[in-house]
């Protein structure tokens, strides 16, 4: 059974970095896509970005692409988030997600994800 535990999260001011991690146990990590949502209050959950099993740049949601950036360590199985100035919109409960037969069109369809963390808070103080 794959399992993801996300770390990291806290309360930031705006223009602040957050880096939040996700491990990943049960399976190599290079076996899986893995990828980043997030949900902020009384909005629907967001595609942050998805670092893909066969390697290769990853993909970023348009509000997030110039300011965070996925990478991953496969001997720490573990999975980052880099966020950058950050913003009092960013402000969310941020999961990782990952699948071992995500297709590139599907990296955004948070129901192509079979195994999810619990999520970590992430508040942005203006």
């Known amino acids: 059974q794959v399992t993801l535990v996300e770390s990291g999260g806290g309360l930031v001011q705006v223009g602040d970095s957050l880096r939040l991690s996700c491990e990943v146990s049960?399976?190599?990590?290079?076996?899986?896509?893995v990828g980043w949502f997030r949900q902020g209050p009384g909005k629907e959950r967001e595609f942050v970005g998805c670092?893909?099993?066969?390697?290769?740049?990853?993909y970023y949601g348009d509000s997030v692409k110039d300011r965070f950036t996925m990478s991953r360590d496969n001997a720490q199985k573990t999975v980052y988030l880099q966020m950058n100035n950050l913003q009092s919109e960013d402000t969310a409960v941020y999961y990782c997600?990952?699948?071992?037969?995500?297709?590139?069109?599907?990296?955004?369809?948070?129901?192509?994800?079979?195994?999810w963390g619990q999520g970590t808070q992430v508040t942005v103080s203006s």
């Open positions: 049960g399976s190599a990590l290079n076996r899986l896509s």
């Open positions: 670092i893909r099993s066969s390697g290769g740049r990853p």
């Open positions: 997600a990952a699948s071992a037969t995500l297709i590139l069109s599907s990296i955004r369809n948070s129901n192509m994800y079979a195994y």
